[in-house]
């Protein structure tokens, strides 16, 4: 076996210029009051990853419409199926009225979104993130599903870029590395982050474990590992142990705040 | 932009309707395969499956096992499909993230994706996500779907309307996959893709219909199989 | 937005030498009769993951004395912690001797090892696999655990490369591709599969899918995903919905055989 | 390879055992913070956390929030941390799989891990998964904890048997990770690596011990902090 020196070895590393910063967990700081108090300090011009597939399902709706009321403006959204429920009524109960992403373009208050899958097949009535992208007000950045995910899953495992079989081809190849593994042509797809994530689960512990419950789980779970800080609306919170240590879906170390949603809240 | 066939004359025959379309793509789903349908006629395949034919279905939201769906107005909200429906509670089910659900499709982990189209060029290119005219439209799961399901069918109504073809020669709307779909089940035809050669073969026709009937609706250059058999 | 046709495109895009074969999951078909059955097939010179982390849970401790009773050679073993139970005790229970992937290594029917942990602290007495090494008989791999798992499940998921930071720097960086993402460097690392998977789980259901508990993940999952071939043994098999739909660790999908162990198996 | 450094007369005070070693480590470890700690020494940094601190101790095997151990001879396979040993169940643990595992720690999620040491140089590089005289050794997750957890701590005997220099100008050991650690402990000092300077400072001095004693049993370069404090 060869001996390495630092010395040899340094040519090729370059020092650590990784986050340093030291994020606690101590339990009782993690709970706040309200919505508006679990969004406040979120800046005009941050990046949010909201949670949720698309649909009523395991999106954090209360928190969304926190941060709608916050007023702030020119946010990036991350999301997937993204504003297409209020036009169509996709994934949410017959007799609601859908709430979803489209709120912050029908505000103004965002300029860009990164997602999957922002319109629905029929133009009429026209959605807000369409009506926006018409006006020239809003960036729609269009991303395979499974490049989305990966992206932000890669983002929390500290994985910076990966190489993927899907979009080569097509449109989402422009610009984009190429590069052939057995035979086979993949993109260099970048891992995606954001300032917050607002996700929604089931149940927390007063620590920050979090339970899914069914098909809500969806992007939650990697945004809650990608963005700097994860803010989670839960139906319940419940003390240390309420949670089945073989049944948590978020580990608490990723989970900054936790808002529990008022009894019997008539929204999905 | 999509070229309009020369027709000659009223159509020899009635098309098949969308169940029936769906009902024959059913027929080519192996017993035991993990399948995605798409939404519309492919979504349909799942009423007609043959006797004795059980499949796992996946959905991209997470599910793998999911059934029929609740009526109208009921259902819960967690348990959704990747079209937005709710399906029923069944044994068996299981849930996961996104994360897991896009390593299954990367993976190569799903038998068969059943999808719509815009159009199909000769070569198996699949177009399906965007209307250039409209210049946004939504991805979703559909290019992992494309370019990664072990065997992609494409379900739909073999003209668009007024006529226009969309099994074209080269695809001019914006691909979702090049070189991916294996079948093409229509309301008048099914053709097999031969990717290597390059080939469409034209399989079965509609009652009624013959191979210049569907040549005189298809852009693309169709070869005709050893037999043509009658859709059923 | 442009238009792109599938000419200019395919200048970028190789067909897709994808395997197509179909895998059925006819439930019946899973369950084998016995583990010599299970493992029946495997040929001379396969490579082979073997689940768990090291130590007896999640280990397929019946599966693995099968494989070498069937007496073929030129193994290659991918695992995690590998060969150091037997004389550390590693991870058993004090009254029992430990059983561990060293047997393929005593018995002369691994040559390679690929796995993160093969040699304990002490070289008294040595590792099986130490000893093979040491005599020219064993190639060993050591890869950063982190860095096996990924690989691992990387190639269950569809991703044929990835850049990790783990190893920038030290001599598992040698002869790899060195890149920097936001001014650290990284290292590209490749997926890796095998023709087979050994795991272990508490639970599966007819259908394939499975159960786990307490610590006893570890490698499996991802395992399960990477192999051509997926043979599990379990305490128990259960009907269709004896399992959990929200604890469900394991899709069926990726699970080819299943073989139960006798009641009262006196081995963990 | 290591060079033995030209130490004069006997010790001037007894050195800290084990046991105190991991009491000072753990006086650095913060209150809720997600906290992996290595085998031997830094393993017993758990039994001497001052009052009021509580951690989240994650173990690769894939367990966060785990606690004591259970009595020799007890415990279950199926409940293992990373050592091999088998932890009590408590309430609030979670368990995961490898993958999510190594993602927490690649990702930078971990606070804190508390390691043992063959060598570390001057700017940080660790040397602790094999002796090259034996040329076969174990990386386990050493790796991806050192190059990747947000604080790396060195918990270990200032010198190894027969006097000879861990802290060292440069590795000649196979690293570990360069450039990673933040903070050595040993049984006669505390060091403080400035990595942007290349600087090791001494901060703390054992009882009866000065910058000169250590600074004799170190071939690293040392500096001297403003003040040194006594380790208690």
Chains 1, 3 share one sequence.
Not at chain 1, 13 to 41: G, H, M, Q
Not at chain 1, 84 to 96: A, C, F, N, Q, R
Not at chain 1, 201 to 208: I, V
Not at chain 1, 221 to 242: F, K, L, N, S
């Amino acid at each position: 076996m060869q001996l390495y020196s630092a010395k040899t070895l340094r040519s090729v590393c370059d020092a650590r210029p990784k986050d340093r910063t030291i994020r606690l967990v101590v339990p009782i700081n993690k709970i706040s009051n309200s919505f508006s108090e679990a969004v406040a300090d979120i800046p005009s011009g941050a990046s949010i990853m909201i949670g949720g597939f698309g649909g009523a399902g395991g999106q954090p709706t209360r928190l969304m419409l926190a941060l709608r009321d916050l007023g702030i403006g020119d946010l990036t959204i991350i999301g997937n199926v993204a504003g297409i429920s209020k036009t169509t009524g996709y994934g949410w109960p017959d007799d609601l009225d859908p709430i979803d992403q489209g709120m912050f373009f029908e505000s103004g208050q965002a300029t860009k979104i990164t997602c999957s899958f922002p319109v629905p097949g029929t133009t009429n009535p026209l959605s807000e993130i369409e009506k926006a992208w018409r006006e020239g007000n809003a960036e729609v950045d269009i991303v395979p599903q499974g490049t989305l995910i990966e992206r932000i899953r890669a983002a929390g495992a500290g994985i910076p870029a990966f190489y993927t079989p899907t979009g080569v081809g097509t449109s989402v190849a422009e610009g984009k590395e190429h590069r052939d593994f057995d035979g086979r042509t993949h993109l260099l797809e970048h891992a995606l982050t954001a300032d917050f994530a607002l996700i929604r689960a089931q149940k927390a512990d007063t620590r920050g474990n979090l339970q899914y419950i069914g098909t809500s789980r969806a992007f939650n779970p990697a945004m809650a590992t990608a963005a700097r800080t994860t803010i989670v609306e839960v139906d319940e919170i419940v003390g240390i142990g309420g949670i089945d240590s073989e049944r948590v879906g978020t580990l608490s170390t990723y989970v900054d705040r936790i808002v529990q949603r008022e009894t019997g809240d008539y929204l999905p | 932009m999509s070229s309009k066939p020369e027709i000659t004359g009223n159509e020899p025959a009635p098309r098949l309707n969308r169940a029936a379309i769906a009902k024959r793509a059913a027929r080519d789903l192996v017993d035991g395969s993990t399948v995605n349908l798409g939404i519309g006629i492919p979504a349909m395949c799942a009423d007609f499956l043959p006797d004795g034919v059980e499949l796992l279905y996946h959905a991209e939201n997470g599910i793998l096992g999911f059934k029929e769906l609740s009526a109208p107005g009921e259902g819960d909200p967690n348990l959704m499909d990747a079209g937005g429906k709710f399906p029923k509670l069944v044994p068996g089910m299981a849930f996961f993230d996104s994360v897991e659900s896009f390593s299954l499709i990367r993976g190569g982990h799903i038998d068969v994706t059943v999808l719509g189209a815009l159009q199909v060029s000769r070569s198996g290119d699949l177009a399906n996500w965007v209307v250039p005219k409209r210049g946004i439209g939504s991805i979703g799961g559909a290019m992992d779907l494309a370019a990664n399901a072990k065997k992609v069918v494409i379900a739909m109504e073999h003209n668009a309307h007024g006529d226009i073809a969309k099994i074209v020669e080269e695809c001019t709307f914006p691909l979702t996959a090049p070189g991916c779909v294996d079948e093409i089940i229509t309301d008048i035809a099914v053709i097999e893709i031969d990717r290597e050669n390059g080939l469409m073969v034209l399989r079965e026709v509609a009652p009624g219909w013959t191979f210049d009937d569907v040549q005189a609706r298809t852009e693309a250059r169709l070869e005709a199989a050893d037999k043509i058999d009658q859709m059923a």
